[in-house]
């Protein structure tokens, strides 16, 4: 792992949201780097820009203005299949709803990654039942969503975003839906993924989550505080 380099640089980033005739300025000229291997988090008020800000790292949308460059590679010269490409093989996501599909069981929800990545059944099966065994949920492989509590289904979710082995995992409020002492369980498995060289970035409202993270990114207003 190529420790301090850059893997997220973006440079005067601007979004616009046009509301009739208001224009929301959802981020307003953000410039951030981020190395590999870093844990971060991203903390700041309702509608600062948090969730903006990381579906832009994430590839699930696209600036107004400014640039942004995975691993050095400028976002604004790909075309949406090449952007689906890396959100698929090199980031992997985490929100505070988990957003597991119900009606799988929780093995094929692990799998749904590797299926969009083309990776053979047999294949697919053992991937995802390492990843789970690595979230702590290897008993619970043929349960569905609804039969485990929300510190499993999030744990679930952490085992769907890493089953690619991405090198980039972007966690939006993932203790948000979760007690303080199943929120400790997450960050303590986020704080393994970082030791094994992931580079995460956690946005929490938590100041106690943010603490836990060696940087802190404070947004307001769709800037960045310094
Ligand atoms: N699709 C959209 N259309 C219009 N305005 C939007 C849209 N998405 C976000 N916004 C606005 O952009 C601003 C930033 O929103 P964002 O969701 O990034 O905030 P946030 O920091 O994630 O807030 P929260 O902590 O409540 O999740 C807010 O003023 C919001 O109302
Ligand atoms: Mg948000």
Known sequence: MDVNKVIIELENVRKEYHMGDNIVNALDGFSLQI????????????????????????CLDRPTSGSVFLEGNDISLMNDKQ?????????GFVFQQFNLLPRLSILENVETPLMYAGVKASKRKKMAEDALNKVGLGERISHKPTELSGGQKQRAAIARAIVTSPSLILADEP?????TATGEIIMNL????????????????????SEKCERIIRVRDGRMEV
């Not at 590999?36 to 832009?56: A, R």
């Not at 203790?175 to 007690?179: E, K, N, S, V």
């Open 35 to 58: 190395n590999s291997g870093e844990l971060t988090s991203i903390i700041g008020p309702s509608g600062s820009g948090k969730s903006t800000l990381m579906n832009i790292i994430g």
């Open 83 to 91: 952007l689906s490409r890396i959100r698929n093989h090199s980031i």
């Open 175 to 179: 203790t948000g839906a979760l007690d």
């Open 190 to 209: 986020f704080h393994q993924l970082n030791n094994e060289g992931r580079t995460i970035v956690i946005v929490t409202h938590d100041m106690e989550v």
